[in-house]
């Protein structure tokens, strides 16, 4: 769906040099869709905000195109070398994409103009970590070396899984399994390494209740602990077995975030930085603020802090606490 990754032109999927692209809106997931003067793509909704899932304060703007994409279907201006003295790329996932909100009230929108800035907004739905240190690569390989960059990084337990072995790595990457999207080999592959885990072959109906499967197993824990009256049974102990807290997974993120920074360091590039995971806000405080400092603030951001409102999906942030987050950013600045 648009505002997630089309892994076909992402690195290192991708061997040709080109810039990386969301997908493209379809009118059956995003309504009607109409094309712009620059090349892009406006369209009414994503998946989250569809007019039946709108409260009431919102149902009013369920007939606008809420949406502007450009050619490479971000939510951003059409990159153009000649802006990169004066572009701001902002990375993170759909809080940064802006799910539910109007384009003018997203905060790298916000940002940009607070700061006089070109809107480079890279946020992509789902994004894991590792998206946006790729992301951020593949556009600095190719020339687009922007005067500032601004991240709110994703949640830990979102990982890129490539659903088969073919060579090296697979074409077809996954970054999310749910077999209800029909998505047949991304589902074989979660009942094969749940299977696996509990050195058993399941059955269809034993894996019904995984929504997100291997990526998103933080989340299928969670419910499966809150909705099955056995702890013991098979399903909770995949949940364990797909729960990201080890001590591995921070340092995968402690990685991850390193490379972005020398990407930054290296083309002297300001960089800022805040959190929609809490738990790696706190990773940050207890583990990288002591030994090497912080640039953005006193401490660790949480964005949850700043929340006041929703967006029309009930589920992202609201135009207030969008607004919040891009004053928090550009008074670090």
């Known amino acids: ?17 080109e810039l990386p692209s969301l997908n493209a809106p379809t009118s059956l997931k995003n309504g009607k869709i109409e094309k712009t003067e620059s090349g892009g793509s406006r369209f009414q909704w994503c998946p989250s905000d569809l007019p039946e899932a709108m409260g009431d304060d919102w149902a009013h703007t369920k007939d606008e195109f809420f949406y502007t994409i450009n050619s490479n279907n971000y939510r951003a201006t059409e990159f153009n070398k000649q802006d990169n003295s004066n572009a701001t790329i902002c990375l993170g996932d759909s809080f940064t994409f802006g799910i539910g909100v109007r384009d003018e009230d997203t905060w790298p929108y916000k940002l940009n ?15 894991s970590n590792k998206d946006i240190l790729y992301t951020l690569h593949q556009f600095i390989s190719n020339g687009y070396i922007p005067k500032n960059v601004f991240v709110t990084w994703s949640w830990n337990h979102r990982k890129v899984i490539s659903n088969k072995i073919n060579n090296f790595i697979s074409s077809n990457p996954v970054d999310h399994l749910d077999y209800k999207t029909g998505d047949v080999e991304a589902y074989n592959l979660q009942r094969k390494l749940l299977a696996n885990a509990l050195e058993r072959e399941l059955q269809l109906e034993d894996i019904t209740s995984l929504q997100h499967g291997m990526i998103d197993g933080e989340t299928a824990y969670t419910q499966d602990l809150h909705h099955l009256e056995d702890p013991n049974n098979r399903i909770a102990r995949a949940g364990v077995f797909l729960s990201d807290q080890t001590d591995d997974d921070y340092l995968r993120f402690y990685t991850e975030r390193l490379g972005v920074i020398a990407l930054c360091e290296a083309n002297n590039i300001a960089f800022k930085e805040a959190f929609v995971d809490v738990q ?29 409102d929703f967006a029309r999906d009930n589920g992202h942030y609201g135009p207030k606490t969008l607004t919040n987050i891009a004053n928090y950013f550009y008074n670090e600045t």
Do not use: C
């Open 1 to 17: 769906m648009p505002s997630n990754r089309n892994y076909t032109t992402h690195w290192p999927w991708n061997r040709r040099k």
């Open 113 to 127: 103009e607070l700061l006089g800035t070109v809107n480079w907004n890279l946020g992509s739905g789902g994004s």
């Open 280 to 308: 790696l806000a706190k990773f940050a405080d207890s583990y990288i603020i002591p030994s090497q400092g912080w640039k953005t603030g006193k401490y660790a951001m949480w964005t949850g802090s700043l929340q006041e």
